[in-house]
């Protein structure tokens, strides 16, 4: 339908645009049609195809045909790929010719395509867009036409599109007005119900009373700040909103600045009204991203206490993946309201105006929204949570206590040695130079080693290294998996990844934290995402604490700029092989459990059952080769991957990956199972509870299937490991309160706590931590912890 309409458009003399990243679709494109991706912002005329495929839009049908394509079921020639088929049609010109010339062909590939002419005519005919469908529509049939909004309306009524019902309402919440807009409701209804919208500006202490009242007799109310940064450590309030009921609610500006601006109330005065409400563990409160407004009040000396709920986290719990979890995302999801935001009030880019320069006018629909956005959310996202008690569980008795845990860490911050990362930072510009001069030398030029252009230049049009994969714009790729693999066979593309690392840890690490350093308290303070990482997992930003590597030296070095103050040390307490654990646990194989109840090294142990050795004949080569297999398999990794990470061929990394199986037959039991119950019910889970949800699990399309079978696969481990540290973190928090050690919890990465302790209280808090960890959960194999300590984070590991 797609080629009937094109060249019926083109005949009306048309031109067309196909948004499309199909490249099918690049047989239908000439001087009138073309092809954009919206993907990759890129636009394709007949001369883009001809330099993306190698062939005109006349010759993509017989390139498609001789190429094979196993998305679309077409057999192509086998051995035959682009190379061969740009070639061949470069020569003959049409697979008709080539078909006439075929004796010519020599070697084992003209065999092939003599063997196969038959399905080649096959192959075209699939490959072909057919553009003669009769259909019993015309291209002016397609013209817009005004909307018929009461044939819209009851159209959406009768199938309960109530989310388009909603958007022809009226949406726009105007200041000191009442607007009626639909209610958001999950179940079909005849007419969508409407609410009145009422926002108010509280400017006087009568206002405020009236409200505080509101707040005290509330079960819940719903609370959020407007701030002069995003920087949670730096950030100062310029105003407070909060709501109790859907459609109401009011902002109390309290600092904006700009000429002309009213009289406002003045903010510790309003801070100090608000205090006992804020601070009262029994008052409960409802927010989106709670924990940043924590540290805000923090920065005013209120303790924000009493969170009972937060929208972001409930929409994670629900499902991690379903959408973003911002407010302005989760109310077009789950409301089908759009709402005001940041920018619109502020501006953009260079002409953004801080929002205490915003009018008091303008602040008030976006900063009242917010608090009324939330509470409404709340009211969508608790009904659906209780609906799944697993889930309803999960956020209240981890994802939320865990608000405060993340909010002590954050605020703790983490000590760094400047003049250490400034000496490191002269260290690492030094490789870096003496590895951009071997490249040099290498390439027998200079050029710009981050330049993905000149680079390209050097590797394929200087060095002839053989083209793996290209860009969307049909260039040769320098990306960092392509070079990875041209790196095993040449020098260049390894010296290129070894730069680009070096180069990425002195621009990230030792030339940032030294700025990322809090005037105030002399620290870092990194923020933690808890509603990020699909399976659980906790991930980090400002500095991202989970990306400095600990395998290189350099990465060590970053970490020894980790430093415990005077008359302290850093303990650093790490799960050992914890998805390891988990996969004995989740499978149950015998081999595995023995293994890990017996205290043995693990990769060890498998090296012996894979090599059918005794474990005092392991070598080490048998058993690194073990530990990639046991890591590999757990994250999906095909023979070849694990051939590629070993440097074996093909069919001995697959021998190795059937002798494991072989040897823990329990292991591939577990694979099977947890991909059949992930393609049955949609998602899988963690030991608590946690979902994952794969809907692309029963894809049509192979790669996107296969990659949501090896996600069905981990996710569980690492989802279970991630619910583990936070229980863990959960428990260890809740002893540093109740005991009062000289200690405190500074860092949470992967698998691992890290904690300053008082010199003379490190043995027992290491005690301590060590059985409050392995305590974390039951498991039908231990939970290891190692500890150590140290002057820095690095000699603690």
């Given at each position: 339908?797609?080629?009937?309409f ?11 645009i196909?948004s499309?990243g199909?490249?099918d679709?690049?047989?239908l ?14 636009r394709?005329?007949?001369r ?14 017989d ?12 057999p ?14 470069a ?41 003669d469908?009769?259909?019993p ?13 009461a ?5 959406l009524?009768e ?17 000191a007005?009442?607007v ?14 409407t ?27 719903a ?9 949670y ?19 109390v ?10 009289d406002?109330l ?7 009204k ?5 601070e ?17 009040l ?5 303790h ?28 077009k ?11 619109d009030?502020?501006?953009k880019?260079?002409?953004?105006i ?23 959310l709340h ?17 209240s ?26 000496q ?7 490789s ?33 290294l ?5 860009t969307?714009?049909?260039q ?19 010296l290129?990844?070894?730069h ?12 940032k ?30 500095p ?7 395998r290189?030296?350099e990465?060590r ?16 307490a790490?799960?050992s ?15 595995l459990?023995?293994?890990f ?22 070598s080490?080569d ?7 297999i ?41 694979m ?16 608590f ?14 790669a ?9 696969i981990?996710?569980?481990m690492?989802g279970?490991?991630?619910?583990i ?5 959960l ?26 302790c ?17 305590s ?7 939970l290891?912890?190692?500890?150590g300590?140290?002057?820095?984070w690095?000699?603690?590991?």
């Amino acid at each position: 339908m797609i080629g009937v309409f094109a060249q019926q458009a083109e005949r009306h003399g048309f031109k067309v645009i196909i948004s499309t990243g199909d490249k099918d679709m690049a047989q239908l494109v000439n001087d009138n049609i073309m092809l954009e991706n919206t993907m990759t912002n890129t636009r394709m005329d007949s001369r883009g195809v001809f330099d993306k495929f190698g062939v005109t839009p006349e010759q993509i049908v017989d390139y498609l045909a001789l190429i094979g394509d196993s998305a679309d079921n077409i057999p192509g020639i086998p051995k035959v790929g682009p190379k061969t088929a740009r070639k061949w049609l470069a020569q003959y010109g049409t697979i008709d010719n080539l078909v006439a010339s075929a004796h010519e062909i020599t070697g084992k590939i003209g065999d092939n395509l003599r063997d196969n002419l038959q399905q080649l005519a096959l192959s075209k005919q699939l490959a072909t867009i057919k553009c003669d469908l009769e259909l019993p529509y015309s291209i002016d049939d397609l013209k817009q036409q005004p909307m018929n909004v009461a044939g819209l309306k009851s159209l959406l009524s009768e199938l309960g599109f109530t989310s388009w019902l909603k958007i022809l309402g009226n949406t726009t919440a105007t200041p000191a007005a009442v607007v009626s807009i639909p209610v958001a409701d999950q179940q079909p209804k005849d007419a969508a119900e409407t609410i009145d919208i009422i926002y108010e500006t509280i400017l006087t202490e009568q206002q405020l009373d009236h409200w505080l009242e509101q707040l005290e007799q509330a079960e819940l109310f719903a609370f959020d700040t407007e701030t002069t940064s995003l920087i949670y450590s730096k950030a100062l309030i310029v105003g407070v909103s909060f709501a109790v009921t859907a459609g109401k609610a009011a902002y109390v500006p309290l600092a904006h600045d700009y000429p002309g601006v009213p009289d406002q109330l003045d903010r510790t005065t309003v801070l100090e009204k608000l205090r006992p409400l804020l601070e009262n563990p029994a008052k409960a409160k409802l927010g989106q991203n709670l924990k940043y407004d924590s540290h805000v009040l923090a920065n005013h000396g209120i303790h924000l206490r009493g969170i009972a709920h937060d929208t972001m986290l409930a929409s994670y719990v629900l499902n991690s993946t379903a959408t973003k979890h911002n407010m302005d995302d989760l109310a077009k999801y789950y409301l089908g309201v759009d709402t005001l935001h940041y920018e619109d009030v502020t501006g953009k880019g260079a002409k953004q105006i801080p929002f205490q320069a915003v009018s008091i006018e303008q602040a008030e629909p976006y900063a009242a929204e917010d608090a009324d956005i939330t509470l409404r959310l709340h009211q969508v996202l608790g009904a659906k949570l209780a609906e799944i008690p697993s889930l309803q569980q999960l956020y209240s008795s981890m994802e939320i206590p865990l608000i405060a845990v993340l909010t002590r860490i954050e605020a703790n911050g983490v000590l760094v040695d400047t003049a250490m990362l400034a000496q490191h930072s002269m260290e690492l510009a030094s490789s870096i130079n003496a590895l951009e001069q071997q490249a040099h030398d290498l390439a027998g030029q200079s050029f710009n080693l981050g330049s993905p252009k000149q680079v390209q230049e050097i590797l394929y049009d200087k060095q002839k290294l053989p083209v793996l994969k290209k860009t969307p714009t049909g260039q040769p790729s320098t990306d960092e998996s392509v070079l990875q693999e041209l790196a095993l066979s040449y020098p260049l593309p390894k010296l290129l990844l070894d730069h680009r690392s070096l180069s990425k840890l002195k621009s990230t690490y030792t030339d940032k934290l030294p700025q990322q350093i809090n005037d105030k308290t002399g620290r870092i303070h990194t923020s933690y995402h808890q509603a990020v990482a699909a399976t659980g997992r906790l991930s980090s930003s400002d500095p991202n604490l989970q990306n400095i590597p600990i395998r290189s030296e350099e990465g060590r070095k970053i970490r020894q700029a980790f430093i415990a103050p005077d008359g302290y040390k850093i303990v650093a307490a790490d799960y050992s092989q914890i998805e390891l654990r988990i996969m004995a646990h989740l499978s149950a194989d015998a081999g595995l459990l023995k293994a890990f109840n017996e205290g043995l090294d693990v990769h060890k142990a498998t090296a012996a059952e894979v090599f059918s050795v005794a474990l005092d004949q392991v070598s080490n080569d048998m058993r690194r080769s073990a530990k990639a297999i046991n890591f590999g398999l757990i994250y999906g990794m095909s023979a070849f991957g694990l051939a590629q990470q070993l440097g074996l061929p093909r069919n001995q990394a697959q021998s190795y990956i059937d002798l494991y199986f072989s040897r823990y037959p329990g292991a591939k039991q577990y694979m099977d199972t947890i991909r059949e119950q992930a393609k049955e019910q949609g998602y899988v889970e963690t030991l608590f509870g946690r979902r994952l949800y794969l809907p692309e699990i029963n894809s049509r399309n192979a790669a996107r299937r296969q990659y949501a079978e090896r996600t069905a696969i981990n996710a569980p481990m690492q989802g279970t490991a991630a619910d583990i540290i936070k229980r863990a973190m959960l428990t260890t928090d809740n002893w540093l309160l109740e005991t009062q050690p000289d200690a405190k919890m500074i860092m949470q990465v992967h698998d691992e706590l890290v904690f300053e302790c008082a010199i003379d209280q490190v043995e027992s808090c290491t005690v301590q931590i060590r059985a409050l960890m392995a305590s974390a959960a039951t498991l039908s194999v231990p939970l290891i912890v190692d500890m150590g300590v140290g002057n820095n984070w690095d000699e603690a590991h």
